[in-house]
Protein backbone atom coordinates (compact mmCIF):
# COMPACT_ATOMS: atom_id res chain seq x y z
CA UNK A 1 0.00 0.00 0.00
CA UNK A 2 1.21 3.59 -1.20
CA UNK A 3 2.93 5.94 1.89
CA UNK A 4 2.65 9.33 1.16
CA UNK A 5 5.68 10.89 2.95
CA UNK A 6 5.42 14.51 1.21
CA UNK A 7 2.18 15.28 2.69
CA UNK A 8 1.99 14.26 5.79
CA UNK A 9 4.26 14.35 9.33
CA UNK A 10 3.89 10.44 9.46
CA UNK A 11 3.70 7.41 7.53
CA UNK A 12 -0.60 6.84 6.95
CA UNK A 13 -2.21 4.42 4.77
CA UNK A 14 -3.83 6.04 1.91
CA UNK A 15 -7.74 5.54 1.70
CA UNK A 16 -9.03 3.04 -0.59
CA UNK A 17 -9.63 3.39 -4.29
CA UNK A 18 -12.97 4.73 -4.71
CA UNK A 19 -15.39 2.23 -6.62
CA UNK A 20 -15.02 2.49 -10.36
CA UNK A 21 -18.22 3.81 -11.90
CA UNK A 22 -20.77 2.35 -13.63
CA UNK A 23 -20.31 2.23 -17.67
CA UNK A 24 -23.10 3.27 -19.64
CA UNK A 25 -25.97 1.51 -20.40
CA UNK A 26 -26.27 0.98 -24.07
CA UNK A 27 -29.74 1.20 -25.46
CA UNK A 28 -30.30 -2.53 -25.69
CA UNK A 29 -29.64 -2.54 -21.67
CA UNK A 30 -31.88 0.41 -21.00
CA UNK A 31 -34.56 -1.30 -22.51
CA UNK A 32 -33.90 -4.58 -20.94
CA UNK A 33 -34.35 -2.38 -17.83
CA UNK A 34 -37.12 -0.87 -19.01
CA UNK A 35 -39.11 -4.28 -19.85
CA UNK A 36 -37.87 -5.75 -16.37
CA UNK A 37 -38.75 -2.32 -14.34
CA UNK A 38 -42.32 -1.76 -16.04
CA UNK A 39 -42.93 -5.31 -15.35
CA UNK A 40 -42.44 -5.44 -11.05
CA UNK A 41 -44.18 -1.49 -10.78
CA UNK A 42 -46.89 -2.83 -12.43
CA UNK A 43 -47.24 -6.39 -9.88
CA UNK A 44 -46.89 -3.72 -7.64
CA UNK A 45 -49.58 -1.24 -8.82
CA UNK A 46 -51.81 -4.35 -8.49
CA UNK A 47 -50.98 -4.59 -4.51
CA UNK A 48 -52.94 -1.39 -4.31
CA UNK A 49 -54.57 0.18 -7.15
CA UNK A 50 -58.11 -1.58 -6.08
CA UNK A 51 -58.30 -0.66 -2.24
CA UNK A 52 -59.98 1.74 -2.57
CA UNK A 53 -62.22 0.92 -5.13
CA UNK A 54 -63.81 -1.86 -2.83
CA UNK A 55 -66.99 -0.43 -1.86
CA UNK A 56 -68.13 0.47 -5.45
CA UNK A 57 -66.99 -2.71 -6.69
CA UNK A 58 -68.96 -5.04 -4.13
CA UNK A 59 -71.70 -2.93 -4.79
CA UNK A 60 -71.87 -3.60 -8.80
CA UNK A 61 -70.35 -6.92 -8.04
CA UNK A 62 -73.11 -7.38 -5.37
CA UNK A 63 -70.05 -8.41 -3.11
CA UNK A 64 -70.97 -8.08 0.29
CA UNK A 65 -68.59 -6.70 2.72
CA UNK A 66 -67.34 -10.05 4.03
CA UNK A 67 -66.86 -11.02 0.58
CA UNK A 68 -64.74 -8.20 -0.29
CA UNK A 69 -61.56 -8.86 1.26
CA UNK A 70 -60.99 -11.48 -1.29
CA UNK A 71 -61.01 -8.87 -3.64
CA UNK A 72 -57.66 -8.48 -2.05
CA UNK A 73 -57.17 -11.98 -0.68
CA UNK A 74 -57.53 -14.11 -3.83
CA UNK A 75 -54.39 -12.17 -5.36
CA UNK A 76 -51.88 -11.87 -2.21
CA UNK A 77 -52.56 -15.49 -1.75
CA UNK A 78 -50.89 -16.76 -4.77
CA UNK A 79 -48.43 -13.96 -5.81
CA UNK A 80 -46.82 -14.65 -2.23
CA UNK A 81 -47.20 -18.71 -2.10
CA UNK A 82 -46.28 -19.29 -5.31
CA UNK A 83 -42.84 -17.29 -5.22
CA UNK A 84 -40.31 -19.48 -4.62
CA UNK A 85 -41.33 -22.41 -6.40
CA UNK A 86 -41.70 -20.15 -10.02
CA UNK A 87 -38.45 -18.91 -8.85
CA UNK A 88 -36.86 -22.79 -9.09
CA UNK A 89 -38.98 -23.24 -11.71
CA UNK A 90 -37.09 -20.41 -14.15
CA UNK A 91 -33.52 -21.59 -12.72
CA UNK A 92 -34.65 -24.94 -13.96
CA UNK A 93 -36.63 -24.38 -17.01
CA UNK A 94 -35.70 -20.91 -18.49
CA UNK A 95 -36.34 -17.21 -16.67
CA UNK A 96 -37.53 -15.69 -19.73
CA UNK A 97 -39.98 -18.33 -20.88
CA UNK A 98 -41.39 -18.13 -17.53
CA UNK A 99 -41.18 -14.27 -17.32
CA UNK A 100 -42.80 -14.35 -20.52
CA UNK A 101 -45.50 -16.99 -19.57
CA UNK A 102 -46.45 -15.06 -16.29
CA UNK A 103 -46.72 -11.63 -17.84
CA UNK A 104 -49.37 -13.55 -20.62
CA UNK A 105 -51.12 -14.66 -17.71
CA UNK A 106 -51.52 -11.71 -15.88
CA UNK A 107 -52.64 -9.66 -18.81
CA UNK A 108 -55.22 -12.16 -19.79
CA UNK A 109 -56.10 -12.34 -16.15
CA UNK A 110 -56.57 -8.27 -15.51
CA UNK A 111 -58.47 -8.20 -18.75
CA UNK A 112 -61.21 -11.21 -16.93
CA UNK A 113 -61.19 -8.93 -13.73
CA UNK A 114 -61.98 -5.91 -16.19
CA UNK A 115 -65.09 -7.22 -17.78
CA UNK A 116 -66.19 -9.28 -15.15
CA UNK A 117 -69.65 -10.17 -14.98
CA UNK A 118 -70.31 -11.47 -11.39
CA UNK A 119 -68.26 -12.19 -8.24
CA UNK A 120 -66.89 -15.76 -9.02
CA UNK A 121 -65.37 -14.19 -12.60
CA UNK A 122 -63.93 -11.17 -10.74
CA UNK A 123 -61.81 -13.27 -8.06
CA UNK A 124 -61.04 -15.82 -10.77
CA UNK A 125 -59.30 -12.35 -12.24
CA UNK A 126 -57.89 -11.75 -9.04
CA UNK A 127 -56.49 -15.32 -8.53
CA UNK A 128 -55.06 -15.60 -12.04
CA UNK A 129 -53.39 -12.09 -11.41
CA UNK A 130 -51.72 -13.49 -8.57
CA UNK A 131 -50.19 -16.55 -10.07
CA UNK A 132 -48.83 -14.13 -13.11
CA UNK A 133 -47.30 -12.07 -10.51
CA UNK A 134 -45.66 -15.20 -8.80
CA UNK A 135 -44.01 -16.12 -12.02
CA UNK A 136 -43.11 -12.75 -13.13
CA UNK A 137 -41.72 -11.56 -10.13
CA UNK A 138 -38.74 -13.89 -9.21
CA UNK A 139 -37.31 -14.54 -12.96
CA UNK A 140 -37.73 -10.64 -13.48
CA UNK A 141 -35.26 -9.84 -10.67
CA UNK A 142 -33.02 -12.98 -11.93
CA UNK A 143 -32.79 -11.36 -15.08
CA UNK A 144 -31.95 -8.46 -13.91
CA UNK A 145 -29.39 -9.99 -11.61
CA UNK A 146 -28.03 -12.25 -14.75
CA UNK A 147 -28.15 -9.40 -17.17
CA UNK A 148 -26.25 -6.76 -15.24
CA UNK A 149 -23.03 -7.60 -13.45
CA UNK A 150 -22.02 -7.69 -10.32
CA UNK A 151 -20.85 -4.01 -9.04
CA UNK A 152 -21.99 -0.52 -10.14
CA UNK A 153 -24.01 -1.38 -12.93
CA UNK A 154 -26.44 -3.67 -11.17
CA UNK A 155 -26.38 -1.16 -7.88
CA UNK A 156 -27.73 1.19 -10.88
CA UNK A 157 -30.48 -1.53 -11.82
CA UNK A 158 -31.12 -2.35 -8.62
CA UNK A 159 -32.15 1.16 -7.28
CA UNK A 160 -34.40 1.55 -10.51
CA UNK A 161 -36.11 -1.38 -9.86
CA UNK A 162 -36.70 -0.95 -6.17
CA UNK A 163 -37.61 3.00 -6.86
CA UNK A 164 -40.16 1.37 -8.84
CA UNK A 165 -41.68 -1.58 -6.92
CA UNK A 166 -42.21 1.27 -3.97
CA UNK A 167 -43.50 3.73 -5.54
CA UNK A 168 -45.68 1.51 -7.50
CA UNK A 169 -47.71 1.13 -4.27
CA UNK A 170 -47.99 4.63 -3.44
CA UNK A 171 -48.75 5.39 -7.23
CA UNK A 172 -51.79 2.45 -6.99
CA UNK A 173 -53.27 4.18 -3.77
CA UNK A 174 -53.27 7.45 -5.30
CA UNK A 175 -54.24 6.52 -8.89
CA UNK A 176 -57.04 3.92 -7.69
CA UNK A 177 -58.80 6.62 -6.17
CA UNK A 178 -58.62 9.27 -9.08
CA UNK A 179 -59.18 6.06 -11.60
CA UNK A 180 -62.70 5.13 -9.50
CA UNK A 181 -63.97 8.52 -9.35
CA UNK A 182 -64.03 9.71 -12.53
CA UNK A 183 -64.06 6.02 -14.50
CA UNK A 184 -64.81 3.21 -12.56
CA UNK A 185 -63.46 0.54 -10.62
CA UNK A 186 -63.06 -1.53 -13.61
CA UNK A 187 -60.61 0.98 -15.07
CA UNK A 188 -58.14 0.15 -12.27
CA UNK A 189 -57.97 -3.41 -13.57
CA UNK A 190 -57.74 -1.81 -17.42
CA UNK A 191 -55.12 -0.19 -16.41
CA UNK A 192 -53.01 -3.52 -15.66
CA UNK A 193 -54.09 -4.67 -18.67
CA UNK A 194 -52.51 -1.73 -20.58
CA UNK A 195 -49.29 -2.24 -18.96
CA UNK A 196 -49.48 -5.91 -19.54
CA UNK A 197 -49.82 -5.28 -23.45
CA UNK A 198 -47.46 -2.29 -23.87
CA UNK A 199 -44.38 -4.43 -21.69
CA UNK A 200 -45.05 -8.16 -23.76
CA UNK A 201 -44.37 -7.60 -26.84
CA UNK A 202 -40.61 -5.84 -26.08
CA UNK A 203 -39.62 -8.72 -23.84
CA UNK A 204 -39.27 -11.41 -26.50
CA UNK A 205 -36.82 -9.89 -28.53
CA UNK A 206 -35.02 -8.02 -26.01
CA UNK A 207 -34.82 -10.71 -22.99
CA UNK A 208 -31.97 -12.88 -22.84
CA UNK A 209 -32.85 -16.86 -21.75
CA UNK A 210 -31.00 -18.01 -18.56
CA UNK A 211 -30.95 -21.12 -16.45
CA UNK A 212 -28.85 -23.33 -14.39
CA UNK A 213 -26.57 -25.61 -16.12
CA UNK A 214 -27.74 -28.23 -14.89
CA UNK A 215 -31.09 -29.90 -14.36
CA UNK A 216 -31.47 -31.26 -11.02
CA UNK A 217 -34.60 -33.05 -9.89
CA UNK A 218 -37.51 -30.20 -8.24
CA UNK A 219 -37.69 -30.82 -4.80
CA UNK A 220 -41.59 -31.98 -5.05
CA UNK A 221 -41.84 -32.02 -1.29
CA UNK A 222 -39.89 -28.80 -0.64
CA UNK A 223 -42.44 -27.27 -2.71
CA UNK A 224 -45.40 -28.45 -1.48
CA UNK A 225 -44.39 -27.54 2.17
CA UNK A 226 -43.28 -24.02 1.65
CA UNK A 227 -46.15 -23.07 -0.97
CA UNK A 228 -48.45 -24.27 1.51
CA UNK A 229 -47.09 -22.56 4.32
CA UNK A 230 -47.02 -19.21 3.10
CA UNK A 231 -50.09 -19.72 1.16
CA UNK A 232 -51.57 -20.67 4.61
CA UNK A 233 -49.55 -17.91 6.47
CA UNK A 234 -51.13 -15.36 4.14
CA UNK A 235 -54.37 -16.15 4.27
CA UNK A 236 -54.49 -15.86 7.96
CA UNK A 237 -52.71 -12.67 8.20
CA UNK A 238 -55.20 -11.08 5.40
CA UNK A 239 -58.43 -12.20 7.20
CA UNK A 240 -57.32 -11.12 11.05
CA UNK A 241 -57.17 -7.82 8.60
CA UNK A 242 -60.64 -7.75 8.43
CA UNK A 243 -61.98 -10.13 10.98
CA UNK A 244 -59.23 -10.17 13.57
CA UNK A 245 -57.22 -12.80 15.21
CA UNK A 246 -59.81 -14.72 17.19
CA UNK A 247 -61.52 -16.73 14.10
CA UNK A 248 -60.91 -20.30 13.36
CA UNK A 249 -59.72 -20.61 10.03
CA UNK A 250 -57.40 -17.53 11.43
CA UNK A 251 -56.10 -19.55 13.88
CA UNK A 252 -56.05 -23.04 12.44
CA UNK A 253 -54.23 -21.82 8.90
CA UNK A 254 -51.81 -19.66 11.15
CA UNK A 255 -50.70 -22.86 12.85
CA UNK A 256 -50.81 -24.68 9.94
CA UNK A 257 -48.38 -22.10 8.00
CA UNK A 258 -46.19 -22.34 11.04
CA UNK A 259 -46.08 -26.16 11.03
CA UNK A 260 -45.56 -26.56 7.13
CA UNK A 261 -42.43 -23.98 7.20
CA UNK A 262 -40.85 -25.97 9.90
CA UNK A 263 -41.49 -29.37 8.03
CA UNK A 264 -39.68 -27.48 5.16
CA UNK A 265 -36.83 -26.54 6.92
CA UNK A 266 -36.55 -29.99 7.72
CA UNK A 267 -36.90 -31.69 4.61
CA UNK A 268 -34.48 -28.76 3.06
CA UNK A 269 -31.46 -30.04 5.57
CA UNK A 270 -32.15 -33.45 3.67
CA UNK A 271 -32.95 -32.95 0.15
CA UNK A 272 -30.97 -34.01 -2.01
CA UNK A 273 -31.72 -30.79 -4.62
CA UNK A 274 -33.38 -28.45 -1.96
CA UNK A 275 -35.85 -25.75 -3.38
CA UNK A 276 -33.65 -23.24 -0.90
CA UNK A 277 -30.01 -23.80 -0.05
CA UNK A 278 -30.08 -23.82 3.84
CA UNK A 279 -26.22 -23.16 3.57
CA UNK A 280 -27.13 -19.72 1.53
CA UNK A 281 -29.64 -18.85 4.29
CA UNK A 282 -26.70 -19.40 6.75
CA UNK A 283 -25.01 -16.73 4.41
CA UNK A 284 -25.15 -13.37 6.88
CA UNK A 285 -25.54 -11.28 3.79
CA UNK A 286 -28.76 -13.48 2.75
CA UNK A 287 -30.12 -13.73 6.00
CA UNK A 288 -29.80 -10.36 7.54
CA UNK A 289 -30.45 -8.66 4.35
CA UNK A 290 -33.49 -10.33 3.79
CA UNK A 291 -34.52 -9.47 7.37
CA UNK A 292 -34.05 -6.00 6.93
CA UNK A 293 -35.95 -5.59 3.37
CA UNK A 294 -39.12 -7.78 5.37
CA UNK A 295 -38.93 -5.16 8.06
CA UNK A 296 -38.64 -1.68 5.59
CA UNK A 297 -41.32 -3.04 3.64
CA UNK A 298 -43.61 -4.34 5.81
CA UNK A 299 -43.45 -0.97 7.88
CA UNK A 300 -43.58 1.40 5.15
CA UNK A 301 -46.42 -0.10 4.13
CA UNK A 302 -48.37 0.13 7.10
CA UNK A 303 -47.09 3.62 7.29
CA UNK A 304 -48.67 4.57 4.02
CA UNK A 305 -52.10 2.77 4.85
CA UNK A 306 -52.75 4.40 8.26
CA UNK A 307 -52.09 7.89 7.11
CA UNK A 308 -54.05 7.68 4.54
CA UNK A 309 -56.95 6.70 6.90
CA UNK A 310 -55.82 9.71 8.84
CA UNK A 311 -55.47 12.51 6.39
CA UNK A 312 -59.18 11.59 5.14
CA UNK A 313 -60.92 10.49 8.38
CA UNK A 314 -59.20 12.83 10.90
CA UNK A 315 -57.97 15.77 8.74
CA UNK A 316 -60.79 15.28 6.36
CA UNK A 317 -58.47 16.07 3.04
CA UNK A 318 -60.10 14.97 0.18
CA UNK A 319 -59.03 11.63 -1.81
CA UNK A 320 -56.84 14.56 -4.46
CA UNK A 321 -55.36 16.16 -1.60
CA UNK A 322 -54.24 13.18 -0.18
CA UNK A 323 -52.89 11.91 -3.78
CA UNK A 324 -50.69 14.97 -3.56
CA UNK A 325 -49.14 13.81 -0.60
CA UNK A 326 -48.07 10.95 -1.57
CA UNK A 327 -47.34 12.47 -5.02
CA UNK A 328 -44.47 14.45 -3.11
CA UNK A 329 -43.38 11.31 -1.32
CA UNK A 330 -43.55 9.64 -5.03
CA UNK A 331 -41.20 11.95 -6.22
CA UNK A 332 -38.68 11.94 -3.14
CA UNK A 333 -38.32 8.05 -3.90
CA UNK A 334 -37.23 8.69 -7.38
CA UNK A 335 -34.52 11.10 -5.66
CA UNK A 336 -33.28 8.66 -3.52
CA UNK A 337 -33.79 5.80 -6.41
CA UNK A 338 -31.27 7.81 -8.19
CA UNK A 339 -28.72 8.35 -5.47
CA UNK A 340 -29.10 5.45 -3.78
CA UNK A 341 -26.48 3.05 -6.25
CA UNK A 342 -23.82 6.24 -5.81
CA UNK A 343 -24.71 5.75 -1.76
CA UNK A 344 -23.84 2.24 -1.44
CA UNK A 345 -20.85 2.90 -3.82
CA UNK A 346 -19.31 5.32 -1.74
CA UNK A 347 -20.83 3.36 1.42
CA UNK A 348 -21.19 0.03 0.99
CA UNK A 349 -24.45 -1.84 1.25
CA UNK A 350 -24.15 -2.87 5.12
CA UNK A 351 -23.87 0.48 6.22
CA UNK A 352 -26.42 2.19 3.55
CA UNK A 353 -28.94 -0.38 4.80
CA UNK A 354 -28.23 0.01 8.51
CA UNK A 355 -28.10 3.94 8.08
CA UNK A 356 -31.31 3.96 5.65
CA UNK A 357 -33.21 1.70 8.63
CA UNK A 358 -32.45 4.19 11.34
CA UNK A 359 -33.16 6.48 8.69
CA UNK A 360 -36.59 5.38 8.60
CA UNK A 361 -37.72 4.74 12.12
CA UNK A 362 -36.59 7.97 12.97
CA UNK A 363 -38.74 9.85 10.99
CA UNK A 364 -41.03 7.76 11.98
CA UNK A 365 -40.82 8.81 15.38
CA UNK A 366 -41.36 12.23 14.13
CA UNK A 367 -44.67 11.25 12.83
CA UNK A 368 -45.91 11.70 16.23
CA UNK A 369 -45.92 14.44 15.82
CA UNK A 370 -49.48 14.39 14.07
CA UNK A 371 -52.70 15.91 15.44
CA UNK A 372 -55.55 16.90 14.41
CA UNK A 373 -54.03 20.66 13.45
CA UNK A 374 -54.03 22.00 9.67
CA UNK A 375 -49.98 21.81 10.16
CA UNK A 376 -50.16 18.76 10.95
CA UNK A 377 -50.45 18.24 7.03
CA UNK A 378 -46.91 19.56 6.42
CA UNK A 379 -45.13 17.68 9.07
CA UNK A 380 -47.20 14.31 7.92
CA UNK A 381 -45.80 15.25 4.70
CA UNK A 382 -42.07 16.12 5.07
CA UNK A 383 -41.60 13.25 7.50
CA UNK A 384 -43.19 10.55 5.43
CA UNK A 385 -41.18 11.78 1.93
CA UNK A 386 -37.98 11.78 3.88
CA UNK A 387 -38.83 8.68 5.52
CA UNK A 388 -39.37 7.72 1.98
CA UNK A 389 -36.19 8.10 0.87
CA UNK A 390 -34.60 5.88 3.71
CA UNK A 391 -37.12 3.30 2.36
CA UNK A 392 -35.61 3.57 -0.77
CA UNK A 393 -32.28 3.24 0.45
CA UNK A 394 -33.26 0.16 2.41
CA UNK A 395 -34.56 -1.78 -0.80
CA UNK A 396 -31.57 -1.35 -2.84
CA UNK A 397 -29.21 -1.89 0.01
CA UNK A 398 -30.31 -5.40 0.82
CA UNK A 399 -31.33 -6.26 -3.02
CA UNK A 400 -27.19 -5.83 -3.31
CA UNK A 401 -26.46 -7.40 0.53
CA UNK A 402 -28.28 -10.63 -0.71
CA UNK A 403 -27.35 -11.09 -4.25
CA UNK A 404 -23.88 -9.93 -4.27
CA UNK A 405 -21.29 -13.18 -4.05
CA UNK A 406 -23.95 -15.50 -5.02
CA UNK A 407 -23.09 -17.40 -8.47
CA UNK A 408 -25.29 -17.04 -11.61
CA UNK A 409 -26.65 -20.27 -11.19
CA UNK A 410 -28.08 -19.58 -8.09
CA UNK A 411 -29.23 -16.01 -8.44
CA UNK A 412 -33.20 -17.66 -8.83
CA UNK A 413 -32.66 -19.14 -5.04
CA UNK A 414 -31.00 -15.77 -4.20
CA UNK A 415 -33.65 -13.08 -6.06
CA UNK A 416 -36.64 -15.76 -5.42
CA UNK A 417 -35.78 -15.20 -1.47
CA UNK A 418 -35.52 -11.03 -1.93
CA UNK A 419 -38.60 -11.01 -4.25
CA UNK A 420 -40.53 -13.19 -1.75
CA UNK A 421 -39.37 -10.69 0.94
CA UNK A 422 -40.48 -8.22 -0.85
CA UNK A 423 -44.06 -9.93 -1.47
CA UNK A 424 -44.28 -11.17 2.17
CA UNK A 425 -43.62 -7.80 3.28
CA UNK A 426 -46.10 -5.86 1.14
CA UNK A 427 -48.79 -8.44 2.45
CA UNK A 428 -48.07 -8.76 6.47
CA UNK A 429 -47.18 -4.91 7.55
CA UNK A 430 -51.02 -4.20 7.38
CA UNK A 431 -52.46 -7.29 8.68
CA UNK A 432 -50.35 -7.23 11.66
CA UNK A 433 -50.68 -3.19 12.59
CA UNK A 434 -52.79 -1.35 10.38
CA UNK A 435 -55.83 -2.92 12.08
CA UNK A 436 -54.63 -1.14 15.48
CA UNK A 437 -55.58 2.39 13.80
CA UNK A 438 -59.24 1.24 13.24
CA UNK A 439 -59.85 -0.79 16.38
CA UNK A 440 -58.42 1.56 18.89
CA UNK A 441 -60.28 4.56 21.09
CA UNK A 442 -60.48 6.58 18.03
CA UNK A 443 -58.33 7.04 14.47
CA UNK A 444 -55.85 9.23 15.92
CA UNK A 445 -54.82 7.10 18.75
CA UNK A 446 -54.57 4.63 17.01
CA UNK A 447 -52.66 5.73 14.40
CA UNK A 448 -50.51 6.87 16.66
CA UNK A 449 -49.84 3.35 18.47
CA UNK A 450 -49.27 1.96 14.98
CA UNK A 451 -46.41 5.07 14.01
CA UNK A 452 -44.79 4.40 17.56
CA UNK A 453 -44.78 0.51 17.04
CA UNK A 454 -43.65 0.92 13.53
CA UNK A 455 -40.77 3.27 14.19
CA UNK A 456 -39.76 1.07 17.12
CA UNK A 457 -39.42 -2.04 15.02
CA UNK A 458 -37.73 -0.16 12.16
CA UNK A 459 -35.03 1.11 14.76
CA UNK A 460 -34.48 -2.32 16.44
CA UNK A 461 -34.18 -4.09 13.12
CA UNK A 462 -31.38 -1.24 12.36
CA UNK A 463 -29.90 -2.33 15.56
CA UNK A 464 -30.17 -6.19 14.85
CA UNK A 465 -28.47 -5.88 11.27
CA UNK A 466 -25.53 -3.99 12.15
CA UNK A 467 -24.64 -6.74 14.62
CA UNK A 468 -25.44 -9.48 12.05
CA UNK A 469 -23.25 -7.92 9.75
CA UNK A 470 -20.64 -6.48 11.73
CA UNK A 471 -18.14 -8.79 10.60
CA UNK A 472 -17.91 -7.66 7.13
CA UNK A 473 -16.18 -4.56 6.16
CA UNK A 474 -17.54 -4.57 3.05
CA UNK A 475 -20.78 -6.01 0.89
Known sequence: MAIDTTTAPSPQAAPPAPRPAAPKLSTRDKLVL???????????????????????????????????????????????????????????????????????????????????????SFLTGRALQGVGAAAIVPTG??????????????????????????????????LGGVLTDTLGWRSTMGLLTVFALLVLPLAPGLLPESRTPDRPRLDIPGAVTVTGGLLSLIYALSTAAERGFGGTDVIVTLVAGVALLVAFGLIESRAAAPLVSLPMLRRRTVAWGN???????????????????????????SAFQTGLVFGVQGVFSVVAGVFAPKVIGRFGARRTLVGALAGQGLLGLALLGIGESGWSVWLATAAVSLASMSHLGAIVAYGVTVTSGVPDEEQGLATGLVTSTQQVGLTIGIPLLGVLATTGPDLLTGTRTVLLIDAVVVLATAAAVAVGLGGRRRV
Not at 143 to 169: H, K, M, N, V, W
Not at 291 to 302: E, H, P, R
Request: proline share 3%; aromatic share 12%; charged share 10%.
Open 291 to 317: LGGLVTFSMMTTVVFVLTLYFQEVLHL
Open 34 to 120: FVLCAAQFMVALDFSVLNVALPVLGADLGMNQSALQWAVTAFALPSGGFLLLFGRFGDLFGRRKLFLTGLALFGLASLLATFAWDPA
Open 141 to 174: MSLLTTTFPEGPQRDRALGISGTLLSLGFTVGMV
